[in-house]
Protein backbone atom coordinates (compact mmCIF):
# COMPACT_ATOMS: atom_id res chain seq x y z
CA UNK A 1 0.00 0.00 0.00
CA UNK A 2 1.02 4.00 -1.18
CA UNK A 3 0.94 6.15 2.12
CA UNK A 4 1.40 9.48 2.29
CA UNK A 5 4.32 10.30 4.74
CA UNK A 6 6.48 13.28 5.66
CA UNK A 7 9.79 13.23 7.43
CA UNK A 8 10.77 15.97 9.59
CA UNK A 9 14.78 17.34 9.59
CA UNK A 10 14.66 15.62 5.87
CA UNK A 11 17.69 18.16 4.76
CA UNK A 12 20.44 15.42 5.81
CA UNK A 13 21.51 12.65 7.80
CA UNK A 14 18.59 10.27 8.93
CA UNK A 15 16.04 12.28 7.66
CA UNK A 16 17.17 12.34 4.31
CA UNK A 17 18.24 8.86 4.09
CA UNK A 18 14.82 7.31 5.45
CA UNK A 19 13.16 9.99 2.79
CA UNK A 20 15.00 8.50 -0.21
CA UNK A 21 14.37 4.94 1.29
CA UNK A 22 10.88 5.24 1.56
CA UNK A 23 10.28 7.05 -1.74
CA UNK A 24 11.80 3.57 -3.06
CA UNK A 25 9.82 1.82 -1.18
CA UNK A 26 7.08 3.10 -3.14
CA UNK A 27 5.10 5.57 -0.95
CA UNK A 28 4.24 9.25 -1.53
CA UNK A 29 6.94 11.07 0.52
CA UNK A 30 7.91 14.86 1.89
CA UNK A 31 11.03 15.12 2.71
CA UNK A 32 10.51 18.32 5.62
CA UNK A 33 12.93 21.23 5.47
CA UNK A 34 13.39 24.65 6.14
CA UNK A 35 14.86 26.99 3.79
CA UNK A 36 14.12 25.06 0.14
CA UNK A 37 14.50 28.46 -1.70
CA UNK A 38 17.70 29.60 0.29
CA UNK A 39 20.25 27.36 2.18
CA UNK A 40 18.57 23.74 1.25
CA UNK A 41 18.31 24.95 -2.38
CA UNK A 42 21.32 22.38 -2.96
CA UNK A 43 19.08 19.65 -1.14
CA UNK A 44 15.69 20.00 -2.37
CA UNK A 45 17.76 19.51 -6.24
CA UNK A 46 19.07 16.40 -5.13
CA UNK A 47 15.72 15.38 -3.47
CA UNK A 48 14.48 16.09 -7.13
CA UNK A 49 17.53 14.34 -8.84
CA UNK A 50 17.32 11.14 -6.69
CA UNK A 51 13.82 10.78 -7.60
CA UNK A 52 13.86 11.11 -11.37
CA UNK A 53 16.69 8.43 -11.11
CA UNK A 54 14.70 6.18 -9.14
CA UNK A 55 11.49 6.62 -10.29
CA UNK A 56 10.60 7.41 -6.68
CA UNK A 57 8.06 9.81 -5.75
CA UNK A 58 10.45 11.92 -3.18
CA UNK A 59 9.01 15.48 -2.71
CA UNK A 60 10.99 18.66 -1.07
CA UNK A 61 8.57 20.36 1.58
CA UNK A 62 8.79 23.78 3.21
CA UNK A 63 8.61 22.83 6.76
CA UNK A 64 10.30 24.86 9.37
CA UNK A 65 9.87 23.01 12.53
CA UNK A 66 10.60 25.79 14.86
CA UNK A 67 7.56 28.35 13.57
CA UNK A 68 3.73 27.10 14.19
CA UNK A 69 2.86 29.04 10.78
CA UNK A 70 5.29 26.91 8.38
CA UNK A 71 4.52 23.58 10.18
CA UNK A 72 0.64 25.02 9.45
CA UNK A 73 1.11 25.71 6.11
CA UNK A 74 3.22 22.51 5.21
CA UNK A 75 1.10 19.66 6.51
CA UNK A 76 -1.82 21.75 5.51
CA UNK A 77 -0.63 21.89 1.81
CA UNK A 78 0.56 17.78 1.89
CA UNK A 79 -3.14 16.68 3.11
CA UNK A 80 -4.69 19.36 0.67
CA UNK A 81 -3.24 17.47 -2.26
CA UNK A 82 -3.52 14.54 -1.57
CA UNK A 83 -6.56 14.17 0.58
CA UNK A 84 -4.74 12.54 3.16
CA UNK A 85 -1.84 11.79 5.90
CA UNK A 86 -1.17 8.45 7.06
CA UNK A 87 2.78 8.32 8.24
CA UNK A 88 4.46 11.18 10.51
CA UNK A 89 8.30 10.59 11.02
CA UNK A 90 9.33 13.29 13.92
CA UNK A 91 13.22 12.97 12.82
CA UNK A 92 14.20 16.67 13.09
CA UNK A 93 16.55 17.30 15.78
CA UNK A 94 20.06 18.59 16.62
CA UNK A 95 22.91 18.41 19.55
CA UNK A 96 25.16 20.38 21.42
CA UNK A 97 28.22 19.63 23.14
CA UNK A 98 30.19 21.73 26.51
CA UNK A 99 29.42 21.16 30.34
CA UNK A 100 26.02 21.61 31.27
CA UNK A 101 26.24 24.51 33.38
CA UNK A 102 27.90 26.06 30.27
CA UNK A 103 24.70 26.44 28.54
CA UNK A 104 22.57 29.83 29.15
CA UNK A 105 18.62 29.33 30.16
CA UNK A 106 18.10 30.36 26.43
CA UNK A 107 20.06 27.64 25.21
CA UNK A 108 18.50 25.38 26.58
CA UNK A 109 14.99 26.09 25.08
CA UNK A 110 16.27 27.08 22.31
CA UNK A 111 17.55 23.13 22.01
CA UNK A 112 14.04 22.03 23.21
CA UNK A 113 12.45 23.64 20.79
CA UNK A 114 14.24 21.73 18.24
CA UNK A 115 14.10 18.83 19.60
CA UNK A 116 10.65 18.33 20.99
CA UNK A 117 8.32 21.33 20.58
CA UNK A 118 9.19 20.63 17.08
CA UNK A 119 7.45 17.45 17.68
CA UNK A 120 4.33 19.17 19.39
CA UNK A 121 3.41 21.79 16.46
CA UNK A 122 3.85 18.74 13.65
CA UNK A 123 1.72 16.66 15.67
CA UNK A 124 -0.85 19.68 16.21
CA UNK A 125 -1.20 20.21 12.48
CA UNK A 126 -1.02 16.48 11.58
CA UNK A 127 -3.16 14.42 14.10
CA UNK A 128 -6.40 15.98 13.67
CA UNK A 129 -6.31 14.91 9.78
CA UNK A 130 -5.12 11.06 11.39
CA UNK A 131 -7.37 10.79 13.59
CA UNK A 132 -10.16 11.73 11.06
CA UNK A 133 -9.30 9.04 9.41
CA UNK A 134 -8.98 6.89 12.47
CA UNK A 135 -6.11 5.28 10.79
CA UNK A 136 -2.46 6.75 10.91
CA UNK A 137 1.34 5.84 12.29
CA UNK A 138 3.88 8.19 13.81
CA UNK A 139 7.05 7.13 14.09
CA UNK A 140 9.63 8.72 16.75
CA UNK A 141 13.19 9.11 16.17
CA UNK A 142 14.10 9.07 19.94
CA UNK A 143 18.20 8.36 20.99
CA UNK A 144 19.36 5.58 22.96
CA UNK A 145 20.94 7.71 25.82
CA UNK A 146 16.83 8.17 26.54
CA UNK A 147 17.79 4.11 28.58
CA UNK A 148 21.36 3.43 27.80
CA UNK A 149 24.42 5.37 28.80
CA UNK A 150 24.74 9.17 28.66
CA UNK A 151 27.88 10.19 28.48
CA UNK A 152 28.75 13.73 30.02
CA UNK A 153 29.16 17.26 28.32
CA UNK A 154 25.95 16.07 26.10
CA UNK A 155 23.46 17.27 28.94
CA UNK A 156 21.29 19.77 27.30
CA UNK A 157 20.70 17.18 24.40
CA UNK A 158 19.90 13.89 26.29
CA UNK A 159 17.81 16.23 28.64
CA UNK A 160 15.81 16.85 25.37
CA UNK A 161 15.52 13.21 23.63
CA UNK A 162 14.54 11.81 27.15
CA UNK A 163 11.85 14.79 26.71
CA UNK A 164 10.63 13.75 23.40
CA UNK A 165 10.43 10.09 24.20
CA UNK A 166 8.71 10.40 27.17
CA UNK A 167 6.39 12.42 24.98
CA UNK A 168 6.48 9.86 22.30
CA UNK A 169 5.07 7.31 24.88
CA UNK A 170 2.53 9.29 26.53
CA UNK A 171 0.75 10.03 22.75
CA UNK A 172 1.41 6.18 21.95
CA UNK A 173 -1.57 5.70 24.45
CA UNK A 174 -3.38 8.80 23.47
CA UNK A 175 -3.80 7.87 20.05
CA UNK A 176 -4.70 3.92 20.26
CA UNK A 177 -7.86 3.97 20.85
CA UNK A 178 -8.39 6.85 17.26
CA UNK A 179 -6.94 3.63 15.51
CA UNK A 180 -3.12 5.61 15.66
CA UNK A 181 -0.09 3.41 15.71
CA UNK A 182 2.91 4.71 17.12
CA UNK A 183 6.82 3.27 16.74
CA UNK A 184 9.98 4.84 18.24
CA UNK A 185 13.44 4.08 16.71
CA UNK A 186 16.29 4.36 19.03
CA UNK A 187 19.40 5.18 17.21
CA UNK A 188 22.52 4.73 19.31
CA UNK A 189 25.49 6.71 18.82
CA UNK A 190 26.94 7.67 15.22
CA UNK A 191 30.14 9.94 15.09
CA UNK A 192 30.40 9.27 11.67
CA UNK A 193 27.79 9.25 8.29
CA UNK A 194 25.45 11.94 9.79
CA UNK A 195 26.41 16.04 10.51
CA UNK A 196 25.04 15.46 14.13
CA UNK A 197 28.34 15.45 15.51
CA UNK A 198 29.80 17.97 13.38
CA UNK A 199 27.68 20.72 13.95
CA UNK A 200 27.29 19.98 18.05
CA UNK A 201 30.65 21.85 18.65
CA UNK A 202 29.23 24.78 20.26
CA UNK A 203 29.94 25.03 23.82
CA UNK A 204 27.35 27.90 25.13
CA UNK A 205 28.77 30.37 27.65
CA UNK A 206 32.78 29.93 26.78
CA UNK A 207 33.63 31.59 30.03
CA UNK A 208 32.38 29.05 32.28
CA UNK A 209 33.54 26.26 29.80
CA UNK A 210 36.79 27.83 30.12
CA UNK A 211 36.56 27.60 33.78
CA UNK A 212 35.98 23.66 33.46
CA UNK A 213 38.77 23.84 31.32
CA UNK A 214 41.20 25.44 33.71
CA UNK A 215 40.22 23.11 36.62
CA UNK A 216 39.72 19.53 37.22
CA UNK A 217 37.91 18.62 33.79
CA UNK A 218 41.11 19.95 31.97
CA UNK A 219 41.54 18.19 28.24
CA UNK A 220 38.04 16.88 28.95
CA UNK A 221 36.05 17.20 25.88
CA UNK A 222 38.53 15.56 23.75
CA UNK A 223 38.43 12.69 26.82
CA UNK A 224 34.95 12.44 26.21
CA UNK A 225 34.89 12.41 22.25
CA UNK A 226 37.56 9.74 22.24
CA UNK A 227 35.73 7.89 24.74
CA UNK A 228 32.71 7.91 22.60
CA UNK A 229 34.32 6.86 19.40
CA UNK A 230 36.01 3.94 20.77
CA UNK A 231 32.65 1.49 21.37
CA UNK A 232 31.41 3.05 18.10
CA UNK A 233 32.28 0.51 15.43
CA UNK A 234 34.26 1.43 12.41
CA UNK A 235 31.38 -0.28 10.58
CA UNK A 236 28.31 1.29 11.88
CA UNK A 237 25.94 2.19 8.80
CA UNK A 238 23.48 5.38 9.08
CA UNK A 239 21.45 4.16 6.75
CA UNK A 240 20.42 1.10 9.04
CA UNK A 241 18.12 3.46 11.08
CA UNK A 242 16.31 4.34 7.63
CA UNK A 243 16.15 0.63 6.23
CA UNK A 244 14.69 0.32 10.15
CA UNK A 245 12.35 3.09 9.39
CA UNK A 246 10.80 1.51 5.94
CA UNK A 247 10.49 -1.47 7.61
CA UNK A 248 8.49 -0.36 10.58
CA UNK A 249 6.16 1.21 7.94
CA UNK A 250 5.69 -1.39 5.38
CA UNK A 251 4.36 -4.02 8.74
CA UNK A 252 0.98 -4.17 8.79
CA UNK A 253 -1.01 -1.83 10.99
CA UNK A 254 -1.47 -3.41 14.14
CA UNK A 255 1.77 -5.79 13.68
CA UNK A 256 3.96 -2.59 14.14
CA UNK A 257 6.73 -3.36 16.92
CA UNK A 258 6.44 0.03 19.47
CA UNK A 259 10.14 0.32 19.72
CA UNK A 260 13.18 -0.70 17.12
CA UNK A 261 17.12 0.16 18.72
CA UNK A 262 19.74 0.24 15.71
CA UNK A 263 22.63 0.54 18.06
CA UNK A 264 25.83 -0.61 16.99
CA UNK A 265 27.47 0.52 20.48
CA UNK A 266 25.48 -1.48 22.32
CA UNK A 267 25.19 1.12 25.11
CA UNK A 268 22.30 -0.35 26.99
CA UNK A 269 18.96 1.16 25.99
CA UNK A 270 17.85 -2.19 24.35
CA UNK A 271 18.34 -3.56 27.73
CA UNK A 272 16.96 -0.73 29.65
CA UNK A 273 13.75 0.06 26.89
CA UNK A 274 12.96 -3.49 27.80
CA UNK A 275 12.68 -2.79 31.71
CA UNK A 276 10.67 0.25 31.17
CA UNK A 277 8.54 -0.25 28.86
CA UNK A 278 7.20 -3.60 30.44
CA UNK A 279 6.98 -1.17 33.44
CA UNK A 280 4.89 1.28 32.13
CA UNK A 281 3.05 -0.90 30.72
CA UNK A 282 1.92 -3.23 33.46
CA UNK A 283 1.09 -0.09 35.59
CA UNK A 284 -1.88 0.94 33.05
CA UNK A 285 -2.51 -2.79 33.17
CA UNK A 286 -3.11 -2.37 36.84
CA UNK A 287 -5.33 0.80 36.77
CA UNK A 288 -7.26 -0.74 34.34
CA UNK A 289 -5.98 0.72 30.79
CA UNK A 290 -4.81 -1.75 29.46
CA UNK A 291 -6.67 -1.01 26.45
CA UNK A 292 -4.71 2.09 25.17
CA UNK A 293 -1.39 -0.66 25.18
CA UNK A 294 -2.61 -1.95 21.57
CA UNK A 295 -4.27 0.85 18.41
CA UNK A 296 -7.27 0.02 18.05
CA UNK A 297 -8.51 -1.41 14.18
CA UNK A 298 -11.44 0.90 12.67
CA UNK A 299 -10.93 1.44 9.48
CA UNK A 300 -12.56 -0.43 6.80
CA UNK B 1 27.59 20.07 60.43
CA UNK B 2 26.06 23.52 60.17
CA UNK B 3 25.33 23.46 56.21
CA UNK B 4 23.99 26.65 54.45
CA UNK B 5 20.98 25.19 52.34
CA UNK B 6 18.57 26.52 49.77
CA UNK B 7 15.43 24.76 49.05
CA UNK B 8 13.69 25.97 45.67
CA UNK B 9 9.72 25.76 45.62
CA UNK B 10 9.53 26.40 49.01
CA UNK B 11 5.78 28.08 49.42
CA UNK B 12 4.40 24.58 49.46
CA UNK B 13 4.51 20.69 49.02
CA UNK B 14 7.35 18.87 49.13
CA UNK B 15 9.15 22.45 49.40
CA UNK B 16 7.69 23.37 52.34
CA UNK B 17 8.10 20.91 53.85
CA UNK B 18 11.67 19.71 53.65
CA UNK B 19 12.86 22.99 54.16
CA UNK B 20 11.53 23.19 57.88
CA UNK B 21 12.22 19.43 57.98
CA UNK B 22 16.12 20.55 57.46
CA UNK B 23 16.27 24.08 59.74
CA UNK B 24 15.05 21.62 62.70
CA UNK B 25 18.07 19.45 61.85
CA UNK B 26 20.18 22.28 62.97
CA UNK B 27 20.73 23.55 59.22
CA UNK B 28 20.98 27.38 57.90
CA UNK B 29 17.70 27.24 55.67
CA UNK B 30 16.76 29.45 52.45
CA UNK B 31 12.81 28.73 51.59
CA UNK B 32 12.99 30.21 48.89
CA UNK B 33 9.80 31.31 46.75
CA UNK B 34 8.48 34.39 43.93
CA UNK B 35 6.62 37.10 45.50
CA UNK B 36 7.54 37.13 48.99
CA UNK B 37 6.00 40.56 49.31
CA UNK B 38 2.37 39.51 47.61
CA UNK B 39 1.03 36.41 46.81
CA UNK B 40 3.27 34.45 49.06
CA UNK B 41 3.48 37.00 52.27
CA UNK B 42 1.13 34.85 54.18
CA UNK B 43 4.14 31.79 53.35
CA UNK B 44 6.84 33.98 54.79
CA UNK B 45 4.50 34.43 58.16
CA UNK B 46 4.36 30.87 58.30
CA UNK B 47 8.08 29.82 57.80
CA UNK B 48 8.75 32.73 60.20
CA UNK B 49 6.12 31.58 63.05
CA UNK B 50 8.16 28.05 62.24
CA UNK B 51 11.46 29.35 62.99
CA UNK B 52 10.57 31.37 66.08
CA UNK B 53 8.44 28.12 67.60
CA UNK B 54 11.30 25.65 66.63
CA UNK B 55 14.10 28.13 67.39
CA UNK B 56 15.28 26.78 63.80
CA UNK B 57 16.89 28.80 61.30
CA UNK B 58 14.58 29.56 58.56
CA UNK B 59 14.45 32.12 56.25
CA UNK B 60 12.23 32.81 53.19
CA UNK B 61 14.43 34.32 50.37
CA UNK B 62 12.86 36.45 47.22
CA UNK B 63 13.30 33.65 43.99
CA UNK B 64 11.32 33.29 41.04
CA UNK B 65 13.09 30.73 39.35
CA UNK B 66 11.46 31.59 36.11
CA UNK B 67 13.99 34.87 36.53
CA UNK B 68 17.73 34.79 35.67
CA UNK B 69 17.89 38.09 37.30
CA UNK B 70 15.95 37.18 40.73
CA UNK B 71 17.97 34.13 41.02
CA UNK B 72 21.16 35.73 40.53
CA UNK B 73 20.12 38.39 43.13
CA UNK B 74 18.58 35.91 45.22
CA UNK B 75 21.38 33.10 45.56
CA UNK B 76 24.00 36.10 45.52
CA UNK B 77 22.51 37.57 48.66
CA UNK B 78 22.41 33.95 50.14
CA UNK B 79 26.20 33.75 49.24
CA UNK B 80 27.71 37.17 50.28
CA UNK B 81 25.40 37.12 53.98
CA UNK B 82 26.88 33.65 54.94
CA UNK B 83 30.37 33.61 52.71
CA UNK B 84 28.80 30.00 51.38
CA UNK B 85 26.70 28.03 50.05
CA UNK B 86 26.69 24.36 50.73
CA UNK B 87 23.75 22.52 49.26
CA UNK B 88 21.38 23.58 46.64
CA UNK B 89 17.92 21.64 46.69
CA UNK B 90 16.02 21.80 43.12
CA UNK B 91 11.89 21.78 43.84
CA UNK B 92 9.99 23.85 42.05
CA UNK B 93 7.95 22.26 39.96
CA UNK B 94 4.17 22.41 38.24
CA UNK B 95 2.12 19.79 36.69
CA UNK B 96 -0.16 20.31 33.91
CA UNK B 97 -2.97 17.67 33.02
CA UNK B 98 -5.15 16.90 29.27
CA UNK B 99 -4.44 15.48 26.14
CA UNK B 100 -0.75 15.74 25.02
CA UNK B 101 -2.35 17.16 21.55
CA UNK B 102 -4.27 20.34 23.65
CA UNK B 103 -1.25 22.13 24.89
CA UNK B 104 0.39 24.62 22.34
CA UNK B 105 4.53 24.53 22.26
CA UNK B 106 4.46 27.64 24.36
CA UNK B 107 2.54 25.68 27.27
CA UNK B 108 5.01 23.12 27.09
CA UNK B 109 8.08 25.98 26.52
CA UNK B 110 6.60 27.08 29.71
CA UNK B 111 5.89 23.49 32.06
CA UNK B 112 9.66 23.26 30.65
CA UNK B 113 11.14 26.30 31.91
CA UNK B 114 9.29 26.04 35.79
CA UNK B 115 10.46 22.38 36.23
CA UNK B 116 13.85 22.13 34.01
CA UNK B 117 15.08 25.65 33.22
CA UNK B 118 14.45 26.66 36.42
CA UNK B 119 17.31 24.44 37.87
CA UNK B 120 19.93 26.19 35.14
CA UNK B 121 19.18 29.47 36.38
CA UNK B 122 19.96 28.33 39.89
CA UNK B 123 22.66 26.06 38.84
CA UNK B 124 24.44 28.94 37.03
CA UNK B 125 24.23 31.36 39.93
CA UNK B 126 25.40 28.90 42.65
CA UNK B 127 27.94 26.06 41.03
CA UNK B 128 30.64 28.94 40.75
CA UNK B 129 30.53 29.18 44.77
CA UNK B 130 30.49 25.57 44.78
CA UNK B 131 33.01 24.75 42.53
CA UNK B 132 35.30 27.22 44.60
CA UNK B 133 34.52 25.61 47.75
CA UNK B 134 35.84 22.15 46.25
CA UNK B 135 32.72 20.76 48.15
CA UNK B 136 28.90 21.23 48.25
CA UNK B 137 25.44 18.81 47.83
CA UNK B 138 23.24 19.16 44.70
CA UNK B 139 19.76 17.50 45.33
CA UNK B 140 17.29 17.59 42.65
CA UNK B 141 13.48 16.27 43.46
CA UNK B 142 12.76 14.21 40.47
CA UNK B 143 10.01 11.76 39.75
CA UNK B 144 9.08 7.76 39.85
CA UNK B 145 7.50 9.23 36.13
CA UNK B 146 11.07 9.44 34.37
CA UNK B 147 11.63 5.48 35.06
CA UNK B 148 8.63 4.27 36.27
CA UNK B 149 4.84 4.05 34.97
CA UNK B 150 3.49 7.40 33.16
CA UNK B 151 -0.49 7.20 32.96
CA UNK B 152 -2.23 9.20 30.23
CA UNK B 153 -2.78 13.09 30.18
CA UNK B 154 0.78 14.17 31.86
CA UNK B 155 2.31 14.32 28.98
CA UNK B 156 4.20 17.54 29.49
CA UNK B 157 4.89 16.87 32.86
CA UNK B 158 6.86 13.83 32.31
CA UNK B 159 8.37 15.38 29.69
CA UNK B 160 9.73 18.08 31.68
CA UNK B 161 11.02 15.54 34.32
CA UNK B 162 12.52 13.24 32.15
CA UNK B 163 14.41 16.09 30.94
CA UNK B 164 15.28 17.25 34.79
CA UNK B 165 16.15 13.73 35.41
CA UNK B 166 18.48 13.31 32.68
CA UNK B 167 20.33 16.57 33.30
CA UNK B 168 20.75 15.77 36.99
CA UNK B 169 22.70 12.75 36.01
CA UNK B 170 24.96 14.55 33.61
CA UNK B 171 25.32 17.53 35.94
CA UNK B 172 26.38 14.84 38.64
CA UNK B 173 29.51 13.62 36.50
CA UNK B 174 30.61 16.89 35.77
CA UNK B 175 30.33 18.18 39.21
CA UNK B 176 32.24 15.00 41.27
CA UNK B 177 35.76 16.48 39.86
CA UNK B 178 35.35 19.45 41.58
CA UNK B 179 34.10 17.39 44.90
CA UNK B 180 30.41 18.47 44.32
CA UNK B 181 27.72 15.41 45.11
CA UNK B 182 24.59 14.63 43.96
CA UNK B 183 21.91 13.07 45.27
CA UNK B 184 18.73 12.53 43.29
CA UNK B 185 15.25 12.22 45.60
CA UNK B 186 12.53 10.53 43.47
CA UNK B 187 9.04 10.60 44.91
CA UNK B 188 6.09 8.81 43.48
CA UNK B 189 2.65 9.94 43.18
CA UNK B 190 1.33 11.85 45.81
CA UNK B 191 -2.10 12.49 45.00
CA UNK B 192 -3.02 14.16 48.49
CA UNK B 193 -0.75 16.02 50.57
CA UNK B 194 0.56 18.95 48.00
CA UNK B 195 -1.23 21.16 45.99
CA UNK B 196 0.49 19.50 42.53
CA UNK B 197 -2.71 17.86 41.57
CA UNK B 198 -5.16 20.29 43.04
CA UNK B 199 -3.16 22.60 40.56
CA UNK B 200 -2.50 20.75 37.17
CA UNK B 201 -6.60 21.00 36.33
CA UNK B 202 -4.99 22.91 33.05
CA UNK B 203 -5.89 21.70 30.00
CA UNK B 204 -4.02 23.70 27.74
CA UNK B 205 -6.48 24.58 24.16
CA UNK B 206 -10.02 23.60 25.40
CA UNK B 207 -10.90 23.11 21.94
CA UNK B 208 -8.64 20.44 21.66
CA UNK B 209 -9.67 18.63 24.62
CA UNK B 210 -13.19 18.76 23.82
CA UNK B 211 -12.53 16.50 20.39
CA UNK B 212 -10.75 13.56 22.75
CA UNK B 213 -13.85 13.88 25.16
CA UNK B 214 -16.36 13.70 22.13
CA UNK B 215 -14.15 11.02 20.66
CA UNK B 216 -12.90 7.51 21.70
CA UNK B 217 -11.76 9.26 25.29
CA UNK B 218 -14.86 10.15 26.72
CA UNK B 219 -14.59 10.21 30.35
CA UNK B 220 -10.91 9.45 30.26
CA UNK B 221 -9.74 12.10 32.29
CA UNK B 222 -11.71 11.30 35.54
CA UNK B 223 -10.82 7.45 34.48
CA UNK B 224 -7.53 8.64 35.00
CA UNK B 225 -7.41 10.12 38.30
CA UNK B 226 -9.32 7.46 39.74
CA UNK B 227 -7.16 4.64 38.30
CA UNK B 228 -4.02 6.87 39.74
CA UNK B 229 -5.82 7.53 43.21
CA UNK B 230 -6.75 3.77 43.49
CA UNK B 231 -2.43 2.73 43.75
CA UNK B 232 -2.08 5.74 46.14
CA UNK B 233 -2.19 3.99 49.27
CA UNK B 234 -4.71 6.27 51.79
CA UNK B 235 -1.91 6.33 54.43
CA UNK B 236 0.78 7.77 52.39
CA UNK B 237 2.50 10.58 53.56
CA UNK B 238 4.10 13.17 51.72
CA UNK B 239 6.85 14.08 54.65
CA UNK B 240 8.50 11.17 53.99
CA UNK B 241 9.85 12.89 50.84
CA UNK B 242 11.15 15.61 53.44
CA UNK B 243 12.54 13.62 55.90
CA UNK B 244 14.40 11.56 52.90
CA UNK B 245 16.00 15.04 52.02
CA UNK B 246 17.39 15.35 55.70
CA UNK B 247 18.37 12.01 55.86
CA UNK B 248 20.67 12.56 52.46
CA UNK B 249 21.89 16.36 53.75
CA UNK B 250 22.64 14.88 57.19
CA UNK B 251 25.08 11.81 55.55
CA UNK B 252 28.75 12.39 55.28
CA UNK B 253 30.30 13.88 52.09
CA UNK B 254 31.39 10.91 49.88
CA UNK B 255 28.38 8.32 51.10
CA UNK B 256 25.18 10.05 50.05
CA UNK B 257 23.12 7.25 47.99
CA UNK B 258 22.95 9.11 44.33
CA UNK B 259 19.16 8.39 44.48
CA UNK B 260 16.43 7.46 46.65
CA UNK B 261 13.00 6.41 46.08
CA UNK B 262 10.03 7.71 48.05
CA UNK B 263 7.33 5.65 46.20
CA UNK B 264 4.02 4.21 48.01
CA UNK B 265 2.36 3.13 44.90
CA UNK B 266 5.59 1.65 43.80
CA UNK B 267 4.99 2.62 40.20
CA UNK B 268 8.40 0.54 39.28
CA UNK B 269 10.85 3.50 39.02
CA UNK B 270 12.97 1.87 41.67
CA UNK B 271 13.47 -1.44 39.47
CA UNK B 272 13.76 1.08 36.05
CA UNK B 273 16.69 3.22 37.39
CA UNK B 274 18.38 0.33 38.96
CA UNK B 275 18.76 -0.82 35.95
CA UNK B 276 19.38 2.72 33.85
CA UNK B 277 21.96 4.06 36.72
CA UNK B 278 23.95 0.38 36.16
CA UNK B 279 23.93 1.25 32.59
CA UNK B 280 25.11 4.73 32.65
CA UNK B 281 27.61 3.32 35.41
CA UNK B 282 28.79 0.64 32.75
CA UNK B 283 29.11 3.07 29.98
CA UNK B 284 31.66 5.73 31.88
CA UNK B 285 34.05 2.64 33.22
CA UNK B 286 33.54 1.59 29.26
CA UNK B 287 35.08 4.59 27.98
CA UNK B 288 37.70 5.30 30.93
CA UNK B 289 35.48 7.76 33.02
CA UNK B 290 34.63 5.41 35.76
CA UNK B 291 36.13 8.45 38.05
CA UNK B 292 32.76 10.22 37.18
CA UNK B 293 30.74 7.80 39.75
CA UNK B 294 32.40 9.27 42.59
CA UNK B 295 32.56 12.44 43.93
CA UNK B 296 36.31 13.75 44.55
CA UNK B 297 37.38 14.18 48.20
CA UNK B 298 39.50 17.68 47.81
CA UNK B 299 38.26 19.74 51.10
CA UNK B 300 40.27 19.96 53.95
Do not use: C
Not at 153 to 177: G, H, I, Q, W
Not at 194 to 205: E, K, L, M
Amino acid sequence: MKNVIVVTGASSGFGALASRALASSGHIVYAGMRDTKGRNAPQVLQAQEYAAKNSADLRAAELDVQSDKSVEAGIGKIIADNGRLDVVVHNAGHMVFGPAEAFTPEQLAELYDINVLSTQRVNRAALPQLRKQRRGLVVWVSSSSTAGGTPPYLAPYFAAKAAMDALAVVYARELSRWGIETSIIVPGAFTGGTNHFAHARSRGDKARAAEYEAGPYTGFADQVLKGFSSIVPPNADVSAVADAIVKVVDTPFGKRPFRVHIDPTQDGAEVGNAVLDRIRAELLRRIGLGDLLTPRDLAQ
